[in-house]
């Protein structure tokens, strides 16, 4: 099974070279890293050059905005031509739970189904009709984001989602085929109208990919679950950094990758992992 590991990030490169070093010793998986051009490349090369690809048609990104969607747009574009079965989308500060041939193997036995988390945007549901039936401005100045929100607060019409009826939301990290990576990237080329009216929805990461592919054959092949573990106790609007207090949980909890870390904050629980994922690699070995 040949696998390509998308990385979209904009900091730490002695971080992100350990969180990929379990994808290194295989011939089969293509490592791709796509950084924020708001950020020096030069040091990512260094850390990381002999071992990745960089995606060149690089964008600013900014969190909650449409640039999300479009670093990962671009980079779908620049591995089109790759062939490989799936490939893993993750950030620079997600980690890998499981040895690499684990997650392989599952992926062999599930070949065909598409690992994405979704819940229906509805009342009933997640209510986010708030980010996308007003105009959130947060791909301009801090000025004109103060404008906008007081846009929000004004008696406008709402905005209607192009295309589609049935919205879906969740987690922005996944795990796809290529025909449904492929299927996404055509749909955008034909439908210019839907991704430019992401360009004013709060966090469109979290229900542009859901929406397009629960709305399309595909939805017959998704698994609701990403195989993600993520910590929204804290009641953010970021996930908790995983610290080594998080390690039990993090090893009963039947998840391939884990998110969000920093090594400034905590490294040992990576060094927990690390030895925990070895253990599993010696008793496969047996």
């Given amino acids: 099974m040949n696998l390509v590991v998308l990385v979209q990030a904009h900091k730490y490169p002695e971080q ?46 900014y969190w909650s905005n449409i640039s999300q969607v479009q670093g990962m747009l671009n980079s779908f574009a620049e591995i089109k031509s790759k062939v490989y079965d799936y490939l893993i989308f993750m950030s620079g500060q997600d980690y890998v739970l499981r040895p690499v041939r684990q997650i392989i193997s599952f992926l062999e036995k599930n070949s065909g189904k598409e690992f994405i988390e979704w819940e229906e945007i509805s ?70 109208d839907f991704v430019h009216f992401h360009k004013y929805v709060h966090c469109p990461d979290e229900q542009f990919f859901q929406t397009i592919l629960m709305n399309s054959s595909f939805k017959e092949r998704i698994v609701n679950n990403n195989f993600w573990y993520i910590d929204w106790f804290s009641q953010s609007n970021n996930p908790k950094i995983i610290e080594s207090a998080h390690f039990d949980r993090l090893v009963y909890s039947n998840k391939f990758f884990a998110r969000k870390f920093d090594y400034k904050v905590d490294e040992k629980i990576m060094d927990l992992i690390d030895n925990h994922v070895a253990k599993n690699i010696e008793i496969d070995a047996l």
């Fill in 123 to 192: 009342s009933k549901g997640l209510n986010w009709q708030v980010r996308y039936e007003k105009y959130h401005f947060t791909h301009l100045s801090p000025f004109r984001q103060k404008l906008g929100r007081l846009m929000r607060q004004l008696p406008l019409p709402k905005r209607r989602y192009p295309k589609f009826e049935n919205l879906y939301g969740g987690g922005a990290w996944f795990m796809l085929t290529k025909s449904a990576i492929d299927y996404v990237s055509e749909f955008c080329i034909e439908n210019p």
């Fill in 16 to 61: 992100i070279d350990r969180m990929l070093r379990p994808f290194y010793a295989f011939d089969t998986i293509d490592i791709y890293v796509n950084i924020d051009s708001k950020t020096n490349i030069e040091p990512f090369e260094k850390i990381l050059g002999q071992h990745v690809t960089f995606i060149e048609n690089r964008v600013p990104i």
